[in-house]
C-alpha cells in the first residue's frame, strides 16, 4: 500500500487495487492492440477488410479472447465501483478540499469517465460487432469475398451525431487512461515521488496517443480524407 494511502484503507482494498491494477493495464493491451489494427482503415478497404477476416477466422481463440476480456472489464467495473464506494467512506471531505498529491481532476472523476467508456463500449459493440442499431449494414456487398468493415466504419462515421459521440467517449477514455496507467505503477508500490512524477508525464503522453490515435479516423472520414472507393460517403 502506498505511504499516502487515506486512512480507512484495508488489505481487501488493496487486492482490490491489485486487481484494478491487473484487470485494467490487459484492457489497456486491447485497447492498444484495437488501435493497431483499425487504423489500417488508413491503408485502405482491402487491408481492413483482411484483418477484420482474420479476426473472424480465429474461431474459438476469438471466442476465448472475448470471454477473457469481458471478464476483466466485469473485474474492472464490479471492483472500482467498491473502491469509490470505500473510498467516499473513508474520505468525506472531498479531494479537492484536500489537495493531496493525487488530486488530479482525472484521479477524482475516474467513476465518472468509468461509466461513460462502459456506455460508449455497449453502444460500440451494438454499433459495429452485433450491428444492431444499423442492420442495414448487414446488407453491405461483399467485397473480394469478404464483410466490408472499412464502408461500415466510413458509413458510421459519416454520421456527424456518431462521429461525434465517438470522439466524446474517446476523450473521456482518453482522460481515464491519463491517471489509469501512473495509477497502475503506484499500485505496484512505486512510491518514489520523482519517479512517479515522471510516470504521471508518461501515462499523459500515452494517453494523448491513444487519443490521436483513435480520433483521427471519425476526424478523417469526417473530413472527406478516407472515402469509399468510388462513392464518397
Ligand atoms: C475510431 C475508433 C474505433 C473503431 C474504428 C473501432 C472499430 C471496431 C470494429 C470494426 C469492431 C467490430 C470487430 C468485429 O466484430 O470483428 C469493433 C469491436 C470492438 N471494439 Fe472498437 N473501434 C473503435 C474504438 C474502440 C474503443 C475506443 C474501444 C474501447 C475499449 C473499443 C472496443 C471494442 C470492443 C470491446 C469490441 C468488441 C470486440 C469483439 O467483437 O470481439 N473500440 N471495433
Not at 486512512?7 to 492492440?33: E, Y
Not at 454499433?127 to 458510421?156: A, K, N, W
Not at 459521440?165 to 515521488?193: C, E
Request: glycine share 8%.
Amino acid at each position: 500500500m502506498s505511504t499516502n494511502s487515506p486512512p480507512g484503507f484495508t488489505q481487501a482494498t488493496v487486492g482490490k487495487k491489485v486487481l484494478m491494477a491487473i484487470t485494467g493495464i490487459s484492457i489497456v493491451g486491447f485497447v492498444v492492440m484495437h488501435l493497431i489494427g483499425n487504423l489500417q482503415i488508413f491503408i485502405g478497404q482491402e487491408a481492413l477488410n483482411k484483418y477484420a477476416e482474420m479476426l473472424q477466422s480465429l474461431g474459438a481463440l476469438k471466442w476465448a479472447f472475448r470471454g477473457v476480456i469481458a471478464f476483466f472489464f466485469a473485474v474492472h467495473i464490479w471492483k472500482g465501483f467498491f473502491l469509490w464506494l470505500e473510498n467516499k467512506k473513508a474520505r468525506p471531505v472531498s479531494y479537492a478540499k484536500e489537495n493531496t498529491l493525487e488530486a488530479t481532476l482525472a484521479s477524482r472523476t475516474m467513476i465518472y469517465t468509468g461509466i461513460t467508456i462502459f456506455l460508449f463500449v455497449a453502444y460500440h459493440i451494438s454499433h459495429f460487432t452485433l450491428l444492431d442499431c444499423h442492420p442495414e449494414y448487414q446488407s453491405l456487398p461483399l467485397v473480394d469475398g469478404r464483410f466490408d468493415v472499412y464502408t461500415m466504419v466510413i458509413l458510421g462515421f459519416s454520421e456527424p451525431l456518431i462521429a461525434t459521440i465517438y470522439i466524446a467517449a474517446i476523450s473521456m477514455m482518453a482522460f481515464h487512461l491519463s491517471h489509469a496507467t501512473s495509477s497502475f505503477f503506484q499500485t505496484l508500490g512505486l512510491t518514489n515521488p520523482s519517479i512517479l512524477k515522471k510516470l504521471k508525464l508518461m501515462s499523459q503522453a500515452f494517453a494523448f496517443i491513444i487519443f490521436v490515435g483513435y480520433v483521427s479516423m471519425p476526424i478523417a472520414v469526417l473530413m472527406d480524407i478516407i472515402t469509399i472507393p468510388g462513392g464518397g460517403h
